[in-house]
Structure formats: C-alpha cells, structure tokens
C-alpha cells in the first residue's frame, strides 16, 4: 500500500470458543503477506466498532459473533515491505454459540489460506519465533504496546 498522509483504522477481532482459544489465519495477497492475524478489516464510515467486528466476521468466516466488546487499541508504522502504512489497530473480543465452532469458513479465499484456533500462549510462541510463523504487524504492535493485555472470553 502507497504510503499516505492519514493513519487508516482497521479492526481486529478475537472471536473466542469455548475452550478460549481464538480464530487466526494465514493472509494473502494484500498488506502483511504470509502473516498470521485476526479476522477483521477496515472500518467504514459511520460504523461502529462492533458493527465492524461483526460485518468483518461473517464476510470472513460466515460467523455471527455474540456480544463484541472493545478490548485496546494500538499504533502502528508498518515497516518491511509494507513500509509507508500507518494504521490504528482496535481490537475487539466477542464469542460465537458452541454449536457455530464447527461452522467456520474460508469465504474470502484470495485473502486468507484458512482459520485455525489459537491460544494466546500458542500466539506468543509463534511471535516468538520458536514456530516459524509471522505474525501481522498489529499482532506484534499489541505483544510490544500493551503488554499487559490478555484477551479472554
């Protein structure tokens, strides 16, 4: 993405199951290539942070998420190859029925590989390297900037 003059604010969000772990997928095609991140996307105008969360889940995973809540917020530059993109991450957390867990769906195929559940210490193992996988830069921006944020159901 060309650099630009205005931060853009994206929504992620930690869609829980009932074992609290949280749906994660491989990006493609687009800012943070080949990099594990929450479902979510850019927020429109005049929606509300939950209105985001929820529209991002179904057009992603096709689920209808329970009770959004506002969980942080962060600042980020983009560095590496996605140098020039500043973005303002809000991150929410919501749950979904027990019976949608097995639901999921890949329905923006040219976007994501697929979803997998995570706990968050299997999220930090793979920031840490140990698992060779990468994470989106907010993902990282959340670990480093607010350190002392744990999302739970």
């Known amino acids: 993405m060309a650099s ?3 931060p853009r604010i994206g929504v992620g969000v930690f869609i829980f199951n009932s074992s609290n772990k949280f749906l994660m997928g491989r990006r493609k095609g687009a800012l943070g290539d080949g990099t594990y991140s929450l479902v979510g996307g850019h927020l429109e105008f005049g929606e509300t ?11 992603e995973t096709g689920l209808h998420i329970v ?6 917020a962060t600042n980020g530059i983009f560095a590496g190859p996605d140098q020039g ?5 809000i991150f929410m957390v919501a749950t979904i029925k027990k019976e ?5 769906e890949t329905r923006e195929p040219d976007k994501c590989e697929g979803w997998e559940w995570v706990s968050w210490d299997t999220m930090k193992e793979w920031a840490s390297g140990a698992e060779k996988r990468r994470l989106f ?8 900037q607010r350190s002392g944020v744990v999302p739970t159901r």
């Open 49 to 59: 942070f939950e209105e985001c969360a929820a529209r991002e889940a179904m057009e």
């Open 137 to 144: 830069q907010p993902m990282t921006d959340l670990l480093e």
């Open 85 to 89: 993109s500043h973005y303002v991450t």
């Open 4 to 6: 630009t003059n205005q």
């Open 67 to 72: 009770n959004p809540q506002f969980l942080t």
């Open 100 to 104: 949608d867990e097995t639901m999921v």
